[in-house]
């Protein structure tokens, strides 16, 4: 919540004052400090001003029959505190339940189990009560928002709680991860536990706090209706890792575990997964929305298997050669991709098939999860689809090309948005191997871009690293006799990036990651018909040039026929 502290500090949301209502409030209780500092915070957080007073109860004011019913009630749970909507009763000017009107005060109510609490654990109870205040002026009443479904109001308010005091709290927080992963479920069957759902989106880049309010505006919205805005709203690989978190393979990558900042629930909490093989194909594996599935795929040697996520999104980690801890494709809706293990899963000329991936473990791991309706994972027999075109593109490109990164250094380095000045560094090398059949891939090899960058006293640091690979299959239509069109077609990015920056020491470091080849343009640009670029031959070296005038890869070597 250190983040949401500062953001408050510096944000000038509005010409408004926080609410303080001077006759209610006691200013000096500690409770009513934290209550009005997130207030702030959420305030800034959302972009959304709560017009009326949040109230810790302070016994200033007594409280009628019906609310001490509801108090007495509270008191014999395990609950910490509770929020309602109330107003001042004119005849005995006691505080009164106020449900199904727009709201008017907001009182927080301490339980005996919150008067117990103390320090992080005591904030995150007295944020979470604030942030039902939000809640109900965004559902327009008390009974209004209670209407809706659990892993709403309670998920995100305890989402709000967490994130104000930076996550997990004891007992709160890591109880509700705990039970976040030893018991799946729907997301639509959460309450509190739903909370590290919106945490994961958060870690993901996700304006949480604008989609919980877009949410709670959604009136009379159902779940699945609701699940509709946040699939129309967030980008779908932030979903893609929400379903493979569930897994709990750290060895396999950040995105099939947790993304927690200060407690990790036992790892053998994790979804069950279902094994099928792929004898007796088609398989339809049916999902549910709301709910990530998992599946092992078990694969025939020699046998081309397709798989696919009509109506979701996912992801596939497989075992390619000589990677040990395997590898991750995602799939978007309408995609898919096939897999192949033995010695019979190339075209012509040790070609790999176009979108088939060559495994040496007999089996896939797919992370789903719903988009539209209910989604299901689709396995089916494939087959291998090669280039073939040998005959329609230049014959001396046919071989493997090596470079440095030097020219690639030089364009990224100049990249504006860094202040400052740039001592630059790069370690690894760019290959292009191109078939007898045209079957074109481009490999990034231990590639690392570097700079140190000094801004007046600022002495700071940014990288860039790229792995794996794009394939295609070419033609070519030559100019003269060193010159020509190249086209690619059939493009298949692989590539995975990895962004670091820190532009001060006192900074943290800013770390993104993607799923494209960055520098694909300098090789050729898309447009409706593939993409088109151009080559020269000078002597021995080739050069390809896309979109940057002089060509990004001017002095490639051939280093293998």
């Known amino acids: 919540m250190r983040t949401l502290l500062a953001v408050a500090l510096g944000f000038c949301f509005s010409a408004h004052a926080l609410i303080i209502d001077r006759v209610e409030m006691n200013l000096r209780d500690p409770d009513q400090k934290v209550a009005n500092q997130a207030v702030s915070s959420f305030e800034a957080a959302m972009g959304y001003r709560l017009d009326v007073p949040a109230i ?3 016994g200033r004011r007594g409280v ?8 007495t009630r509270l008191n014999s749970t395990t609950a910490y505190a509770m929020t309602r909507s109330t107003t001042v ?7 009164t339940l106020n449900d199904a009107s727009r709201i008017e005060k907001c009182l927080i109510l301490m339980a005996t189990n919150g008067y117990l609490s103390a320090g992080i654990t005591r904030k995150s109870i007295i944020a979470h009560e604030v942030f039902h205040c939000f809640q109900y002026q965004l559902a327009g009443s008390y009974n209004s928002l209670v209407a809706k479904p659990l892993w709403l109001y309670e998920g995100s308010a305890m989402f709000a709680g967490e994130d104000y005091v930076n996550e997990s709290t004891p007992t709160m927080g890591e109880g509700s991860l705990t039970n976040y992963v030893s018991d799946p479920k729907s997301l639509f069957a959460r309450s509190y536990d739903a909370y590290p759902f919106y945490l994961h989106l958060q870690k993901e880049g996700v304006n949480v706090y604008k989609l919980i309010k877009s949410l709670h505006e959604a009136f ?19 979903l893609i890792t929400w ?9 396999w990558g950040q995105d099939w575990d947790l993304k927690v900042t200060t407690f990790m629930p036992d790892p053998n909490a994790k979804l069950t997964y279902v094994t099928s093989g792929t004898s ?3 398989l339809q594996l049916q999902g549910e929305m709301g709910l990530p599935r998992h599946d092992n795929i078990r694969l025939e040697e020699n046998q081309v298997t397709k798989i696919s996520i009509p109506k979701g999104v996912g992801s596939i980690h497989y075992f390619p050669a000589g990677e040990p801890y395997g590898r991750t494709i995602r799939l978007q809706e309408g995609e898919s991709i096939q897999f192949c293990m033995g010695d019979n899963c190339d075209c012509a000329g040790a070609e790999t098939g176009i979108r088939t991936l060559k495994v040496v473990v007999d089996s896939v791991f797919v992370a789903s999860v719903s988009t539209r309706d ?3 994972v689709v396995i089916e027999e494939g087959s291998l689809f090669c280039c073939g075109n040998a005959g329609f593109f230049d014959p001396r490109m046919v071989g493997t090309w090596s470079t440095d990164v030097n020219k690639l250094l030089s364009v990224w380095a100049a990249w504006p948005g860094v202040p400052g000045t740039r001592v630059n560094t790069g370690t690894g090398t760019v290959e292009f191997k191109i078939s007898p059949q045209g079957n074109f891939v481009k490999t990034y090899r231990k590639v690392r871009l570097s700079s140190v960058i000094t801004n007046g006293r600022d002495v700071g640091n940014a990288s860039l690293e790229f792995q794996h690979e794009v394939t295609g299959c070419i033609t070519t239509e030559a100019m003269n006799a060193d010159k020509g069109w190249i086209y690619m077609s059939n493009i298949f990015d692989q590539i995975e990036w990895v962004s670091q920056k820190q532009l001060k020491p006192t900074h943290p470091v800013e770390t993104s990651r993607g799923r494209a080849d960055w520098f694909q343009y300098s090789v050729c640009v898309a447009g409706p018909s593939g993409c088109t670029g151009t080559y020269y031959f000078d002597g021995d070296k080739l050069r390809f040039n896309g979109g940057t005038g002089v060509g990004m890869y001017d002095d490639l070597v051939k280093i293998a026929d």
């Open 220 to 238: 009379n919205a159902t779940s699945v209706e609701l699940w509709q805005i946040i699939v129309n709203t967030v980008p779908h690989d932030a």
């Open 56 to 58: 810790m109860v302070n």
């Open 89 to 95: 009763d004119a005849a005995s000017q006691k505080w």
């Open 64 to 71: 009628d029959a019906n609310l001490q019913e509801v108090v």
């Open 243 to 251: 379903a493979s978190s569930f897994a709990r393979r750290p060895e």
């Open 374 to 376: 209910h989604h299901s």
């Open 280 to 282: 007796n194909l088609p």
